[in-house]
């Protein structure tokens, strides 16, 4: 079964400083998904950013960009020039692939706190 | 953009009542699911659909049924409800294999 592990539950970032968030995952698959989901306070979450796990390429959207070593299954999450508004609950997740009814794979989640 | 809709942000039941929690998508996706979510565990997928009518179990289906007459709508029941099943409850969509899962805002459950 496929697991993925976020390992520190809170971290702490000075506005418009960089934090990097960890993600490995265990998975005997060679074809996934990987994601990186969002929760602000008001609990509705929201896609920040995905990986193909054949793409070699890191994905980046805007200040969010992220760091895949599939060898190393490890997943993890750039933020650059935080913001107040990056304050938020960070889940890692994975999925196998291709599929239309394959699930997520959720971590456990880490609480990300910007400070003024 | 896609929405998905839970009918209730905050609901609070007794001991042994059948609850009903609902859940609307409008982008006509084939995929909905229903996961809990508590401190500490991160996301469990309950049940998930990915076809009117048809269903399949999660990680963790005790205590729960799903229901999905219309493709739009996936209704999660607690068919007895127990203090362990305080959570809150998100529902997600998603279109085809390779697309990402939508959630709605979420219900926060409470059991007395």
């Known amino acids: 079964a496929q697991t993925v592990t976020q390992s520190q539950p809170e971290m702490s970032v000075q506005e418009a400083e960089t934090v990097t968030l960890s993600c490995t995952y265990d998975?005997?698959?060679?074809?996934?998904?990987l994601f990186w989901y969002k929760q602000p306070p008001s609990r509705q979450m929201i896609l920040v950013i995905r990986?193909?796990?054949?793409?070699?390429q890191n994905a980046t959207e805007n200040r969010f960009s992220v760091n895949f070593q599939k060898a190393a299954k490890s997943f993890s999450l750039k933020i650059s020039d935080s913001q107040l508004g990056d304050a938020a609950m960070y889940f890692c997740?994975?999925?196998?692939?291709?599929?239309?009814?394959?699930?997520?794979?959720f971590g456990k989640g880490i609480t990300l706190s910007v400070r003024p | 953009d896609v929405k998905v809709t839970q009918s209730s942000r905050y609901l609070v039941k007794r001991t042994g009542e059948k609850v009903f929690l609902e859940c609307v998508q409008d982008?006509?996706?084939?995929?909905m699911f229903w996961y809990r979510q508590d401190p500490g565990l991160g996301l469990r997928l309950i049940y998930f659909?990915?076809?009117?009518?048809?269903?399949e179990k999660g990680d963790i289906p005790e205590g729960y049924s799903v229901s999905r007459e219309k493709k739009e709508r996936f209704s999660l029941i607690l068919e007895s409800a127990s203090t362990n099943q305080t959570s809150m409850y998100l529902c997600?969509?998603?279109?085809?294999?390779?697309?990402?899962?939508?959630f709605g805002p979420g219900t926060r459950l409470t059991v007395t």
């Open positions: 997740a994975y999925r196998r692939a291709p599929g239309a009814n394959s699930k997520l794979t």
């Open positions: 982008m006509d996706h084939e995929n």
């Open positions: 659909s990915y076809d009117v009518k048809m269903k």
């Open positions: 997600a969509s998603s279109f085809g294999g390779r697309s990402e899962q939508y």
């Open positions: 990986q193909e796990a054949y793409k070699q």
């Open positions: 998975t005997s698959e060679s074809d996934y998904y």
